[in-house]
């Protein structure tokens, strides 16, 4: 497996993989799945998630505390005595909700509100380019009745930034990311508000594990000391870099997190509602349905076999699609793990999903993004095809095939 076609030398291993892939035997993810990465950090050097010596990734494991070991009714009180904390008495903003009208967003938006009595402003950094249906749920989401505040970056550094992310990194989604990441902790600073509420934690997942037992985020994905606020790296290159690629520092100052000091002279946290509750993203879903408008797209979100997730962005399966490319997962793999832990789908019926959508081309809105990006067909192709780990990918012919598939 980690040995060539002809078996005389190792294969080369990209992004600091585990040279040996190896599949959960309880889900269908890989030991390529990347954990999650501090983004204005990201060089493309990764940290996978974690397998035991059973063959048992750590998402499932976590699962297996959420569904036996935790108490949720601890939790529960726990919420409402953070919530009381921080609830204002005149109608004044309380908490931060950050979103774009996806169902996560709008459920955590209508608990909040309607369940817990809180005051939520809304925040938005926008997608890169609107689907219908993303339009319609976000225009939905707010005739819930929320105040919202969305920030659109200049349009041209922002197209520019996916444009190096993409060719540095193949990581097109990563300005969205930056954004979407600091747009809560910015807003919370400017309408002087302590509390932030995301959706499901990134334990969910299986990595950083150490953070599905405490409700605030690390902020370390948030923050950076004022001393080191040019100590990033976006889109694979330096502050210096990027620069001298002809972008100004205004143009750079909404990807930059807010400063440490501020943060905590402010008391601002972030917490995710899902280590308060047992998150099923399912569940999720036909909550905003019934009670937030939440519409799913009418046909399959191509390189999955679901309706409901990500759907806002068209740049979405493109996100999906690189990450297929680098680590050999893709969006159905994503998908159908999670379902899998939730008992929405056994493991064969989640290898079948995987074995028929994983790594399906995201045609619908190519042309778009090239559009966007501003290269052609050609050097995609190209770019795509750099990033192969050949610990991963094979070549026969003109067609490249993954060396390894869940069975």
Same mark, same amino acid.
């Given at each position: 497996?980690?040995?060539?076609?002809?078996?005389?030398?190792?294969?080369?291993?990209?992004?600091?993989?585990?040279?040996?892939?190896?599949?959960?035997?309880?889900?269908?993810?890989?030991?390529?799945?990347?954990?999650?990465?501090?983004?204005?950090?990201?060089?493309?050097?990764?940290?996978?998630?974690?397998?035991?010596?059973?063959?048992?990734?750590?998402?499932?494991?976590?699962?297996?505390?959420?569904?036996?070991?935790?108490?949720?009714?601890?939790?529960?009180?726990?919420?409402?005595?953070?919530?009381?904390?921080?609830?204002?008495?005149?109608?004044?903003?309380?908490?931060?909700?950050?979103?774009?009208?996806?169902?996560?967003?709008?459920?955590?938006?209508?608990?909040?509100?309607?369940?817990?009595?809180?005051?939520?402003?809304?925040?938005?950094?926008?997608?890169?380019?609107?689907?219908?249906?993303?339009?319609?749920?976000?225009?939905?989401?707010?005739?819930?009745?929320?105040?919202?505040?969305?920030?659109?970056?200049?349009?041209?550094?922002?197209?520019?930034?996916?444009?190096?992310a993409f060719l540095n990194l193949l990581h097109p989604f990563q300005p969205f990311v930056?954004?979407?990441?600091?747009?809560?902790?910015?807003?919370?600073?400017?309408?002087?508000?302590?509390?932030?509420?995301?959706?499901?934690?990134?334990?969910?997942?299986?990595?950083?594990?150490?953070? #599905?037992?405490?409700?605030?985020?690390?902020?370390?994905?948030?923050?950076?000391?004022?001393?080191?606020?040019?100590?990033?790296?976006?889109?694979?290159?330096?502050?210096?870099?990027?620069?001298?690629?002809?972008?100004?520092?205004?143009?750079?100052?909404?990807?930059?997190?807010?400063?440490?000091?501020?943060?905590?002279? #402010?008391?601002?946290?972030?917490?995710?509602?899902?280590?308060?509750?047992?998150?099923?993203?399912?569940?999720?879903?036909?909550?905003?349905?019934?009670?937030?408008?939440?519409?799913?797209?009418?046909?399959?979100?191509?390189?999955?076999?679901?309706?409901?997730?990500?759907?806002?962005?068209?740049?979405?399966?493109?996100?999906?699609?690189?990450?297929?490319?680098?680590?050999?997962?893709?969006? #159905?793999?994503?998908?159908?793990?999670?379902?899998?832990?939730?008992?929405?789908?056994?493991?064969?019926?989640?290898?079948?999903?995987?074995?028929?959508?994983?790594?399906?081309?995201?045609?619908?809105?190519?042309?778009?993004?090239?559009?966007?990006?501003?290269?052609?067909? #050609?050097?995609?192709?190209?770019?795509?095809?750099?990033?192969?780990?050949?610990?991963?990918?094979?070549?026969?012919?003109?067609?490249?095939?993954?060396?390894?598939?869940?069975?």
């Open positions: 497996m980690s040995a060539n076609d002809a078996g005389d030398r190792p294969l080369d291993v990209k992004f600091g993989l585990p040279r040996d892939v190896k599949f959960c035997k309880r889900c269908v993810i890989s030991n390529q799945r990347p954990a999650s990465t501090v983004e204005f950090k990201n060089r493309n050097a990764k940290q996978a998630i974690d397998f035991d010596e059973h063959g048992i990734c750590a998402a499932c494991r976590y699962h297996d505390l959420k569904y036996h070991r935790i108490d949720w009714d601890g939790r529960h009180r726990a919420l409402e005595e953070l919530l009381d904390r921080h609830r204002s008495k005149d109608g004044s903003y309380d908490v931060i909700v950050p979103g774009s009208g996806g169902k996560d967003s709008m459920y955590v938006a209508h608990l909040l509100k309607h369940k817990y009595g809180m005051h939520p402003l809304t925040v938005t950094w926008p997608p890169n380019m609107y689907t219908d249906i993303g339009r319609r749920n976000f225009e939905a989401w707010l005739d819930g009745g929320y105040d919202n505040v969305s920030f659109h970056p200049n349009r041209r550094a922002h197209r520019e930034l996916t444009r190096l930056l954004g979407q990441k600091q747009i809560g902790p910015k807003t919370a600073l400017r309408y002087g508000v302590k509390l932030i509420m995301y959706g499901e934690s990134q334990a969910e997942g299986g990595t950083n594990m150490a953070e #599905a037992f405490q409700p605030v985020m690390d902020p370390k994905y948030y923050t950076l000391p004022r001393a080191e606020q040019h100590n990033v790296s976006i889109a694979g290159l330096s502050w210096n870099e990027l620069i001298a690629a002809g972008l100004t520092p205004a143009d750079l100052a909404n990807y930059i997190p807010a400063t440490h000091e501020d943060i905590l002279e #402010a008391g601002v946290e972030v917490y995710h509602i899902g280590y308060y509750e047992l998150w099923r993203p399912q569940e999720k879903y036909y909550y905003a349905v019934e009670n937030c408008g939440f519409t799913p797209n009418p046909v399959r979100t191509e390189g999955t076999y679901s309706k409901y997730s990500s759907l806002d962005d068209k740049i979405d399966g493109f996100h999906y699609y690189t990450t297929f490319i680098k680590f050999g997962i893709g969006r #159905a793999t994503y998908d159908a793990a999670q379902e899998i832990r939730n008992h929405h789908l056994t493991r064969e019926e989640g290898v079948a999903l995987v074995r028929r959508y994983d790594g399906e081309f995201p045609d619908r809105y190519f042309q778009d993004f090239l559009d966007y990006i501003g290269i052609d067909e #050609a050097r995609f192709r190209q770019t795509i095809d750099s990033y192969r780990s050949p610990h991963l990918w094979r070549k026969s012919g003109n067609e490249w095939q993954l060396r390894h598939q869940v069975e």
